[in-house]
């Protein structure tokens, strides 16, 4: 799967119509087209059915099916993970997604698709371009979600077979020196032509460390800014293998990323910039469109929020009540406020950010988002003097 079509199943999960019958949304760790753990699995499908009777538990079994008779024979060989979400009754949705990444196993039943560890595996894997360069050949490839999809180049001198045969020993070592700086030269025209048509953002140079030495020396500067790290590999090192390492290094460099969005945050906060941070803050944010960038730790777990289903008021900084505040009605349900988060910031289009360790976060809350433009009553009140929600919430951290 590339990263585009996860980028447009995760908006169509997260857009989902809500209907009178609940979701299963199910996570999957594999091996050879099999699940590492079905005692796992089945655990926690039993728990999930003890909360359920009648035509809820009907309509549970049913969507299950689907998923059960999917994974008996649709699962790739070569998949590591796979996250299928499955509804029966009325409005019926199923959809299947599979990866050559691994996926938690994690199984959960609610009236909206839960997309968390979707977005983090968004966040995680972006698609980048792997240059692998030996003193015999040169591939250029395009890693999409941890899994090479496309092939973009790819060419291997002969020039080896040339000694002995036309040229002596001495002849071929100058002309190799000469024609390794142009072939150099050539291949990097050949990214650069590449990498600009693609829209590539990053770049990884592997394999031999004399080469990819040669081909860094000679990046121009727009490349070299795109350069995320440089990888040796042996001559016969498999390109699975070579891939493998690169995602390391990806991973790694995605962190790094991460942490520099915390960094705008904190600066954001202290300067009373465009920013605010802590649960409840966060979220009256993504509930009224003001963020551009949501920033959550990876360990960021708030407690349980609650709606009321009748006025659909949503509140997470308060234990759940008998009854409805606002409209008096005892039709309340629970939901959980990473979840509804992601959901409510990939419903708009943001950018999301999961940062795996951040001490300077973990002191804001857990949780933090760069808006896009302030209200008229969250305005600078005067010079110097920011206003009382502002302040107060983001230096809470709640």
């Known amino acids: 799967m590339e990263l585009k079509n996860l ?5 169509t999960l997260a857009t989902l119509a809500e209907s009178d019958t609940e979701v299963i949304s199910c996570y999957l ?4 087209g099999r699940l590492t753990n079905r005692n796992a699995f089945d655990e926690q499908v039993r728990s999930l059915k003890l909360g359920l009777t009648g035509k809820d538990r009907s309509d549970f079994e049913t969507a299950l099916e689907r998923i059960e008779a999917y994974l008996k024979t649709e699962v790739l060989p070569d998949a590591k993970g796979i996250a299928l979400f499955s509804r029966s009754g009325a409005e019926p949705f199923f959809l299947p997604l599979q990866f050559r990444i691994p996926l938690p196993n994690w199984v959960a039943v609610d009236t909206t698709p839960n997309i968390y560890h979707l977005v983090e595996l968004k966040d995680t894997y972006h698609r980048y371009v792997v240059m692998i360069s030996t003193e015999e050949s040169v591939r250029i490839l395009e890693v999409n979600l941890g899994a090479v999809t ?3 180049w790819k060419e291997r001198p002969e020039l080896r077979k040339r000694v002995g045969r036309e040229w002596t020993k001495d002849h071929y070592q100058n002309h190799r020196r000469n024609r390794t700086e142009k072939f150099i030269k050539e291949k990097i025209n050949i990214l650069d032509r590449l990498m600009s048509a693609g829209g590539y953002g990053h770049l990884i140079l592997a394999g031999n460390p004399r080469m990819t030495a040669g081909v860094r020396d000679e990046l121009p500067k727009h490349l070299l800014t795109k350069l995320v790290d440089v990888v040796p590999a042996a001559s016969k090192t498999s390109v699975a293998d070579v891939v493998e390492a690169t995602i390391a290094s990806f991973i790694e460099e995605e962190e790094r990323d991460s942490r520099l969005a915390v960094d705008e945050l904190v600066q954001a906060v202290n300067t009373g910039g465009l920013a605010v941070c802590g649960t409840e803050p966060v979220f009256r944010a993504l509930e009224r469109g003001q963020v551009d960038t949501l920033i959550l730790a990876k360990a960021y777990e708030p407690d349980k929020g609650w709606q009321c289903t009748v006025c659909d008021i949503m509140n997470v900084n308060r234990e759940e009540p008998e009854k409805c505040p606002e409209c008096g009605a ?3 349900r ?3 406020v990473n979840e509804e988060m992601v959901r409510l910031a990939e419903r ?3 950018e999301i950010e999961v940062v795996e360790h951040s001490d300077e976060l973990r002191l804001l809350g857990g949780v933090g988002c760069l808006l896009r433009y302030r209200l008229p009553e969250e305005f600078l009140l005067g010079p110097g003097e920011p206003s009382h929600v502002t302040v107060h919430e983001c230096s809470a951290g709640q």
Request: net charge negative; aromatic share 4%; charged share 45%.
């Open 7 to 11: 980028k447009e199943h995760t908006r």
């Open 330 to 332: 005892s039709e309340l």
């Open 150 to 152: 496309e092939e973009l």
């Open 334 to 336: 629970g939901f959980e």
């Open 29 to 32: 760790a594999l091996a050879k």
């Open 348 to 350: 708009e289009g943001c």
